[in-house]
C-alpha cells in the first residue's frame, strides 16, 4: 500500500488559513489501511482545524467526507455532492490523489493533508516499513524476492558492499543489510548459485529518472 | 477575574465506581469539583481521539482520561491504549498553543478510592492556573 503520515496540524492551518469553509476529503483507499487519510483521520483532522481556528479567533466551517479513492475518475466527479459547501479541499489522500483532484477539477483548490512517505506494508500494528520503489524493472525474482533498490541504501545491484557489518547496514545498526538477506534467503530456497552472476549496470529509465511515467493497455482502453 | 474551567472527566466503567454509586451530593462532599463532568465509557480503551478533540471543540478547558491500571487492565490493553491516544492528543494541543497540559490519562484501582477524585482535583487546579483553553473566542 501507498504509506502516508499526516503532516503537522500547524501547516495545515496556514493553508486553510485564509478559507471560510473547509471539505476535509478523506480517502478510504491505502492511507485508510494506514490510518492516516481514512474516515477516522479525516474526524480528527476536521477536529484539529476547528479547534486551531477558534484558538485564533477565526470563524471556519469544516465539513468531513470521503472517497472510495481518490486516484480514479469516476470518485472524483462524486466531490460534486458537497459543491457550494467548500472554497477549498484538504485532501487526506496520497499525494496521487491531491494530483488528480487538481488534474480533474480546474476551480477546485486542494491542498495535501498528507506526506506521502513510500510504498510498504505493516510490520506489526502500528509499524509500517518500505518495500517497493516502483523502479518499474523488477528484480525480485533475481533476489529472492527481497528489493535491493530500495531496500539497501546505495541500491546495489550486486552486494553487499563493505560497509554490511553482522547482517546490519552501515548507516544505521537497526537497519537490515538486504545484500545478506538476499544471500540467506537465496541459500535458504536453494537458489545460492544465483548469487554468482553479476548483475549488468541497470538502466534507470524505466525508474523516475525518465520523466513521469504513464501505463497504457489497448486491452482496457476505450 | 474569577475562573472556573469546564473540565470533561471520561472514565471506564470500573474506575468510575464511586461516581456510579455515589449521588452527586456524596461525590461533591467526597471533593469532586462540580465544574468536572463524568463521562462514563465501557472501557477506556473504546475512546477515541476524536471524541476527547470533540470535548475542546464543545468548549472544554481540560480533559482528563480515568481508566485502570495498565497491568490490570479489565480489559488487557485498554487503558494502555487509552494512555497511548492522549499523548498523541496532548502533541496535538502542544501544536496547536493550548498546552498539552490541558490533557492527561490517570490510571486508578477499581471501586471506591480517594485518587479518583484526587485525579479531579488535580486537574481542577491545573486548568484553574492555566486560564481558559481559548481565551476569549469560547
Not at chain 1, 169 to 194: F, K, L, P, T, Y
Request: proline letters at 3%; charged letters at 25%; hydrophobic letters at 40%.
Amino acid at each position: 500500500m501507498i504509506v502516508a503520515k499526516r503532516k503537522p496540524v500547524n501547516e495545515i492551518l496556514e493553508m486553510v488559513k485564509d478559507a471560510k469553509k473547509v471539505l476535509v476529503l478523506g480517502c478510504r483507499s491505502c492511507v485508510s489501511v494506514c490510518s492516516a487519510g481514512g474516515e477516522r483521520e479525516v474526524e480528527i483532522l476536521a477536529s484539529l482545524i476547528r479547534i486551531g481556528m477558534k484558538k485564533a479567533g477565526k470563524k471556519i466551517k469544516v465539513i468531513e467526507g470521503s472517497l472510495v479513492r481518490q486516484c480514479d475518475k469516476e470518485f472524483i466527479a462524486s466531490i460534486d455532492d458537497w459543491k457550494g459547501k467548500y472554497d477549498a479541499i484538504v485532501s487526506t489522500a496520497c499525494g496521487v490523489g491531491v494530483n488528480f483532484i487538481a488534474n480533474l477539477r480546474e476551480k477546485d483548490v486542494v491542498y495535501p493533508a498528507l506526506n506521502t512517505t513510500f510504498m510498504g506494508g505493516s510490520e506489526e500494528q502500528g509499524i509500517w516499513a518500505e518495500q517497493c520503489a516502483g523502479c518499474g524493472d523488477c528484480v525480485l525474482h533475481l533476489t529472492g524476492g527481497l528489493c535491493p533498490v530500495v531496500r539497501c541504501a546505495k541500491s546495489l545491484m550486486n552486494g553487499p558492499c563493505g560497509g554490511s557489518v553482522g547482517g546490519h547496514c552501515e548507516i544505521h545498526s537497526s537497519v537490515d543489510c538486504v545484500w545478506q538477506n538476499i544471500h540467506d534467503r537465496m541459500d535458504a530456497i536453494g537458489q545460492s548459485a544465483g548469487m554468482d552472476r553479476i548483475a549488468p549496470i541497470r538502466d534507470w529509465s524505466t525508474s523516475t529518472h525518465g520523466g513521469p511515467r504513464t501505463e497504457v493497455r489497448d486491452d482496457l482502453t476505450v | 477575574m474569577s475562573f472556573t474551567p469546564d473540565i470533561q472527566a471520561f472514565c471506564c466503567h470500573y474506575t468510575s465506581q464511586q461516581a456510579i454509586a455515589e449521588a452527586a451530593e456524596q461525590l461533591k462532599a467526597d471533593g469532586m469539583p462540580e465544574n468536572v463532568t463524568l463521562n462514563r465509557v465501557v472501557c477506556t480503551g473504546k475512546l477515541q481521539e476524536v471524541t476527547i478533540l470533540k470535548a475542546f471543540e464543545n468548549g472544554a478547558d481540560g480533559v482528563f482520561v480515568v481508566g485502570c491500571p495498565e497491568e490490570t487492565c479489565h480489559n488487557r490493553k485498554g487503558s494502555a491504549r487509552a494512555a497511548k491516544r492522549v499523548i498523541a492528543i496532548k502533541n496535538s494541543l502542544e501544536e496547536l498553543g493550548l498546552g498539552s497540559d490541558r490533557a492527561e490519562m490517570f490510571h486508578t484501582e477499581r471501586g471506591f478510592h480517594p485518587e479518583f477524585v484526587t485525579a479531579a482535583q488535580t486537574m481542577n487546579d491545573r486548568i484553574t492556573a492555566m486560564g481558559p483553553a481559548f481565551g476569549d473566542s469560547k
